[in-house]
């Protein structure tokens, strides 16, 4: 499987703002705060970077914050911006590393009509990625909404004795009750 999540509580319609708010101050706050993600993440695609096949990761974000997004086929490094945009914004709220779980749970979500939250939902206009990060969101108002479905389809799993469903349960559940803490939505991303 070999698939991770990493999850931020964050107030959305604030993020969403961000793209193209040509705000001076936000990028150097970010590159402050996201200095060893941007490291990393540049490493990882020096190849893309150095070869002008996607932007540095300082890049894609000042280029977020311009609302011009110039490597339309570099969706991924995009992506990896606004992750450094959700953890200079937000809140990381995931505890426990989780794989890919959709077939796990939505079963038990069937009875809410909810399936897996706000898969493909990026919060701002940016070339979507091919691949890898997948991006999903919800609003401060879904949040709520999958709270109840989640807290109500944890029993079902726990009397079918399905432990893997339990565990993804109980781990989303964290997510989705500390973003309702903060009154925020949920932004994640799978890697």
């Known amino acids: 499987m070999g698939y991770a999540f990493a999850a931020y509580a964050v107030d959305l319609p604030s993020l969403s703002k961000l793209y193209g708010s040509k705000d001076k101050k936000f990028p150097a706050k970010a590159l402050k705060i996201g200095k060893t993600r941007i490291a990393d993440t540049n490493e990882s695609f020096e190849e893309e970077i150095t070869e002008h096949k996607a932007p540095d990761l300082k ?93 109500t389809a944890l029993p079902l799993a726990k009397k079918k004795d399905d432990d893997d469903a339990t565990e993804v349960f109980e781990e989303i559940l964290g997510w989705l ?15």
């Open 177 to 191: 009750r500390a973003a309702k803490k903060k009154k925020s939505g949920l932004v994640w991303f799978v890697y």
């Open 59 to 151: 890049r894609a974000l000042e280029e977020m914050i311009e609302g011009r997004c110039v490597f339309k086929h570099a969706g991924f490094m995009y992506g990896y911006a606004l992750e450094v945009m959700c953890e200079t914004h937000g809140k990381r709220v995931d505890n426990e590393s989780l794989s890919w779980f959709d077939e796990a749970i939505d079963p038990y979500l069937k009875k809410s009509s909810m399936k897996m939250l706000g898969d493909n939902r990026r919060p701002m206009p940016f070339p979507e990625p091919d691949n890898f990060p997948g991006i999903g969101s919800i609003d401060a108002k879904q949040v709520v909404v999958a709270e109840a479905a989640f807290t």
